[in-house]
């Protein structure tokens, strides 16, 4: 990967466009189809992944994509809510 991919795959991964030096889980699920897309869970660093990609190219085309798409199309903000008073 290139420096830039690489900030992008830590980013989705875990949070932060830098390597923390924990380890990447992987998880291996069976969706496919339009469903078929890598879910990454920032606060335990586990990366879900389909085992239906038939080459390994098809894999890293439709992961690249999702890296270079612009980032609030997979950033996660945070939302807030005021406590109704009693």
């Known amino acids: 990967m290139k ?7 830590f980013r989705f991964t875990t949070g932060s466009s830098v390597c923390s030096g924990r380890k990447i889980n992987i998880q291996w ?8 897309r890598p879910v990454s869970h920032t606060c335990s660093y586990q990366l879900d992944l389909s085992e239906t990609y038939c080459t390994s190219l098809e894999f890293i ?26």
Do not use: C, H
């Open 3 to 9: 420096p830039d991919e690489l900030r992008a795959f």
């Open 29 to 36: 699920n069976t969706v496919s189809g339009l469903g078929r």
């Open 61 to 86: 085309t439709e992961f690249q994509m999702i890296l270079t798409a612009d980032e609030k199309s997979w950033e996660m903000d945070a939302l807030y809510y005021d406590t109704p008073q009693l």
